[in-house]
């Protein structure tokens, strides 16, 4: 696609002065501020172009923004005052940064997140990031909110706090810098999980574990290993697996726990995604589910109910969660102090799991 294209999030534009903008050439005994079409004069570009790179949008190609910045620095634009009101906190824009994999977990963020802006008057951005990239446009947001596993990116927190913008994260752990943060028991839900397959009469129990660098995902494999050690099982290391939060990386893990001797008879998956993984390796092994292979996830997404058979999981109110941090985000940014809220989270079982045969 070619540049000037295709749409911005909705950041508010700085274009606006090409309207009123005066004269061909800018001199050192020239005291008017530079304009935007001074820039992209200066850079060869279109005004246009100028703004995109000025709101932080990813269709511009490297070469291009670094002319343009450069030819900034130059003049000495500064953008006008619609811009420093954005800076202060009048955008109706906020930004939600992800890099989380799975895609029915997102949908559900996407829907609460834009349920409670829509309501509230604001607009929503959603902007895949790796960890240790900064945002774009930051300045330009009334605030943002961050996805796992993105809660415990340290470099765009400090772009954010840098840029002055507010943020809630979905974290059981408050960071400094942010107003406040939305969670659930993770580790509480995967005991109880793991607990309804012992009480099953499960005792090789296999776990899909998420990356080691995402802490949700920790959390979730220290509420399994806590509830076989209450009931006075060893933790198997070799029926731990793991994953990366997506169905293909669940295929890999659910192919090597199957692969054990003597096999699990339940394994827990450590989101929808990953189970749905195991119930299709379990279908080519010929398994029978729940008969011969229990099987478990973690998120409750739409995913869950219309797999066959229906996923037994721990319902996350991803939805809610999204909603609230939005809400937390509008009522707290004006007096900043960290604020927390904890979801309840629920055991739904359905098709997918039942006593071992024998």
């Given at each position: ?252 893990a659910a192919a090597q726990l199957l692969s054990a001797a003597p096999r699990p008879t339940a394994i827990f998956a450590s989101n929808d995604d990953m189970a749905a993984a195991v119930l299709a390796v379990a279908f080519r092994s010929g398994l029978r589910v729940p008969e011969q292979l229990s099987v478990a996830g973690f998120d409750d997404t ?57």
């Amino acid at each position: 696609m070619r540049e000037g294209e295709q749409p911005s999030y909705g950041l508010a534009r700085f274009d606006q002065e090409a309207a009123s903008s005066e004269g061909d050439t800018i001199d050192t005994n020239d005291r008017r501020p530079a304009t935007i079409v001074d820039v992209a004069r200066e850079a060869g570009v279109s005004f246009k172009t100028v703004s995109r790179v000025l709101n932080g949008e990813q269709n511009v190609r490297g070469e291009t923004r670094v002319r343009v910045m450069e030819a900034v620095a130059r003049l000495g634009y500064r953008a006008n005052q619609h811009a420093r009101s954005l800076r202060a906190g009048q955008s109706r824009l906020i930004g939600v940064f992800y890099s989380n994999p799975s895609r029915n977990y997102l949908g559900e963020i996407q829907i609460g997140a834009l349920q409670r802006g829509n309501a509230e008057g604001f607009s929503i951005a959603f902007e895949h990031l790796e960890q240790g990239g900064p945002p774009r446009g930051g300045a330009a947001l009334a605030g943002a909110v961050l996805i796992p596993p993105l809660t415990e990116d340290n470099t765009l927190m400090a772009s954010l706090i840098a840029a002055g913008t507010p943020f809630v994260r979905l974290s059981h752990t408050l960071a400094e810098g942010e107003i406040g943060h939305v969670t659930m028991d993770d580790e509480a839900a995967a005991g109880e999980m793991t607990r309804h397959l012992i009480g099953l009469g499960h005792r090789r129990i296999g776990f899909i574990a998420g990356p080691a660098s995402h802490p949700q995902s920790l959390l979730r494999e220290a509420g399994y290993r806590a509830s076989l050690a209450a009931a006075g099982l060893a933790v198997d290391e070799g029926l731990i697996a793991r994953g990366t939060f997506d169905y293909e990386s669940g295929l890999q893990a659910a192919a090597q726990l199957l692969s054990a001797a003597p096999r699990p008879t339940a394994i827990f998956a450590s989101n929808d995604d990953m189970a749905a993984a195991v119930l299709a390796v379990a279908f080519r092994s010929g398994l029978r589910v729940p008969e011969q292979l229990s099987v478990a996830g973690f998120d409750d997404t739409p995913l869950a109910s219309v797999v066959y058979p229906a996923l037994t999981t721990i319902a996350q109110p991803s939805r809610e969660m999204a909603s609230v941090a939005v809400g937390m985000l509008l009522e707290k940014r004006a007096s900043g102090a960290g604020q927390k809220a904890v979801l309840p989270y629920r055991l739904v079982v359905r098709e997918t799991t039942a006593a071992p045969e024998g």
